[in-house]
């Protein structure tokens, strides 16, 4: 079956910062991976995602997230951050069995982002 | 125009109480899911969908019902709440690989 870890639950880092948010995945085959973000009391909003090709995906609000198939890593990364990328922020593999197909989220992480 | 929508938006409800939980999605998608998050933020997938036929049923209590009266809607029906089934409920369809939220659903059970 497969698995997802995000290692840092919670991070804070200064508005104009980098940031690189970790996640790591179990899974037998290449997977589909995605990242998710939501925003307290919203819904689930999608970042970007990776299904094949060029490992580095660019996605929505300046995100970019790389495939690194060695490590079982599939990283988010932001250049800049700004104050109102203060959120949840979950990573998730699925893959796709006939009309199946269902994600694993992983447990996510908390970004503070301090002025 | 929202793509997946939830109605309602926040229910709180006593515990032994039935309650049900809309989704709608105008983006022709043919499969629908039903995930809950807990109070840890954790995401699990309930049931899903597919053109109104059930192809996932994770170990869920049967007090949990979904219903699909056509592929544009996936419903919730929760029997006798306990206070274990406070959490978000989270609807979502999906098209190839990729799955799209709604704004979930805030239960909480008294």
């Given amino acids: 079956a497969q698995s997802v870890t995000q290692p840092d639950i919670h991070i804070t880092v200064s508005e104009g910062a980098s940031l690189e948010l970790r996640c790591n995945y179990s899974y037998g085959a290449t997977p589909y991976l995605f990242w998710y ?12 995602k990776y299904f094949s090709g060029d490992t580095l995906v660019q996605g929505i609000k300046g995100f970019e997230a790389e495939f690194k198939r060695s490590q079982s890593s599939f990283n988010l990364r932001k ?19 006939g009309t199946a197909s269902k994600l694993t989220f992983g447990t996510g992480t908390r970004l503070q982002v301090t002025l | 125009d929202t793509a997946v929508s939830q109605t309602p938006k926040y229910l709180v409800t ?11 999605q105008n983006l ?6 039903w995930y809950k998050q807990d109070s840890k933020k954790f995401l699990k997938i309930m049931f899903s969908y597919n053109n109104k036929e059930l192809i996932i049923n994770e170990t869920v209590p049967n007090r949990f019902s ?6 544009a809607h996936l419903n919730l029906h929760i029997n006798s709440l306990e206070l274990g089934d406070s959490a978000v409920y989270f609807c979502a369809s999906r098209t190839r690989e990729t799955q799209y939220f709604g704004p979930g659903t805030r239960l909480l059970v008294l």
């Fill in chain 2, 66 to 71: 979904p219903k699909s009266p056509d592929k």
């Fill in chain 2, 28 to 33: 022709g998608h043919d499969t629908m899911y």
């Fill in chain 1, 79 to 97: 250049p800049s951050v700004h104050w109102s990328d203060a959120a949840e922020y979950f990573c998730a593999v699925g893959f796709l069995t």
């Fill in chain 1, 37 to 48: 973000v939501q925003s307290p009391g919203q819904g689930l909003q999608l970042l970007l």
């Fill in chain 2, 14 to 24: 006593q515990m032994g109480n039935d309650k049900s939980i809309k989704c709608e």
